[in-house]
């Protein structure tokens, strides 16, 4: 139980309110299950041999299974710290090699970043992988407008049917999961997610 001074320090301390407080890295979202289940599907053409992002990597459920799918090279990233720190701890609690999962906290969107040059080898092809980043109207055009820019990448999004997905047309359904218990208990009644890719339109 949190004392009168913890409570006083959490309230000035935003990193701590981030640690803390319902951290989005804390658990697992409907968005990368469907991805982890899509990618497992189609390792062979989504993943094997290529450069993989996780983009908005969250605990990094999608980095994790990608890299187990013989890619050439995969990258988590997510703009908050403590999340790359989870990604690492999660990669290390399920048996992925040390450094395997390359990490990024670089705000990829709109500051110029060229995504394929993140990788080693930049001419290899690309899969970008978006595990539910559409909670939020405003970060969903940002991401929108950010997918538009990254041509000749194969991108796969997975949601569970947010207020904020996309329904212009790029998205096409490919496959949709029923959720495992634990996820339906705490998402609110949802009982499945679906995986799309994108095209543009
Ligand atoms: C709803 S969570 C999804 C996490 C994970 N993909 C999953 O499905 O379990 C959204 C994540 O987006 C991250 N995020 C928000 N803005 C971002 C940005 N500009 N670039 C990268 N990640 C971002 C948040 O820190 C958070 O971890």
Request: with cysteine; glycine share 8%; proline share 5%.
């Amino acid at each position: 139980m949190l004392g009168k001074l913890d409570e006083e320090r959490i309230s000035n301390d935003r990193r701590l309110q981030k640690l803390l407080i319902d951290p989005f890295w804390g658990y697992l979202w409907p968005g990368s299950y469907a991805l982890h289940k899509h990618i497992r599907e189609h390792g062979a053409s989504t993943i094997k041999h290529r450069n993989v992002l996780d983009f908005a990597s969250g605990c990094g459920l999608s980095a994790i299974t990608a890299s187990r799918l013989e890619p050439s090279e995969v990258i988590a990233n997510d703009i908050d710290d403590f999340a790359i720190a989870a990604v690492e701890v999660n990669a290390e609690l399920n048996g992925v090699e040390p450094g395997r999962i390359g990490l990024t906290a670089s705000n990829l969107c709109g500051n110029g970043i060229v995504v394929k040059e993140l990788f080693k080898d930049p001419n290899l092809p690309l899969t970008i992988l978006c595990g539910d980043v559409f909670y939020d109207l405003e970060f969903a055009a940002v991401v929108m407008e950010w997918l538009a820019k990254q041509e000749g990448a194969e991108i796969y999004v997975g949601d569970p049917g947010r207020h904020a997905l996309p329904r212009s047309g790029e998205l096409e359904e490919v496959a949709e999961y029923d959720l495992p218990p634990l996820l339906k208990d705490s998402n609110n009644g949802m009982t499945s997610v679906k995986c799309f890719r994108y095209t543009q339109v």
